[in-house]
């Protein structure tokens, strides 16, 4: 069974700085897709990065980066010069990319970040 | 704007009741999902339509249901309201890479 996992309940970055959203991820299928959300406390679900398994290069998007250890069974996500605006839970989920007609997101607990000024 | 629409935004009811939520796929999605997300729970996978037909079921109670219609708009039907079935409730659809979600349904059972 699919599983993920993120051990950081919370972390804490000042704004400008760059900070790692730690999640590792457990599958025996050789296709899948590991991403990234943001929820902000008004509750919407904001899709951040998307990675595939076979993809030779990292992720980016804008100040987003997604490091791939796929060896280590890592995705740890990367926000650049933070801004306040950052503050949020941020959950990441992976997807079984094998069976393309049923591709449910498994997803971890989630790391709340906050930004301070 | 994701694309996918879900109304209501937020539903206050009382226990015993019995709610619709409604989910508007992204133009062109034939998969709606639907997932609660719960304190304890945290998110959860409940169901899966495809082109109108049930494609899988995931931690979904006996007391929920769904269908998804022509139109391929889904309905998650919750029945028999209990106060630990309050929860946000997402609806998403894809295609490809893309996973998109809608804002959410807070359901609140009194």
């Known amino acids: 069974a699919q599983k993920i996992t993120q051990t950081q309940p919370g972390m804490f970055v000042q704004e400008k700085e760059a900070v790692t959203l730690d999640c590792t991820y457990d599958?025996?299928?050789?296709?899948?897709?590991l991403f990234w959300y943001k929820q902000p406390s008004s509750g919407e679900m904001i899709f951040l990065i998307y990675?595939?398994?076979?993809?030779?290069q990292n992720a980016t998007e804008g100040r987003y980066s997604l490091n791939f250890q796929k060896a280590r069974k890592s995705a740890n996500l990367v926000i650049s010069a933070s801004q306040l605006g950052d503050s949020a839970m941020y959950f990441c989920a992976m997807r079984d990319d094998l069976n393309t007609g049923f591709q449910k997101l498994v997803f971890g607990t989630g790391t709340r970040l906050l930004v301070s000024p | 704007d994701s694309g996918v629409t879900q109304t209501p935004k937020h539903l206050i009811t009382a226990t015993g009741q019995r709610v619709t939520l409604r989910c508007s796929p992204r133009s062109g999605d034939l998969s709606v999902y639907w997932y609660q997300q719960s304190l304890d729970q945290g998110l959860q996978f409940l169901i899966q339509?495809?082109?109108?037909?049930?494609?899988a079921k995931g931690n979904i109670l006996e007391r929920f249901s769904a269908q998804q219609f022509p139109d391929l708009h889904s309905e998650l039907n919750l029945s028999s309201l209990e106060l630990g079935d309050s929860a946000l409730y997402f609806c998403a659809s894809s295609v490809g890479s893309a996973y998109t979600f809608g804002s959410g349904t807070r359901l609140t059972v009194v």
């Open positions: 339509y495809y082109n109108g037909e049930e494609r």
């Open positions: 599958t025996s299928d050789p296709s899948y897709g």
């Open positions: 990675q595939g398994s076979y993809d030779q």
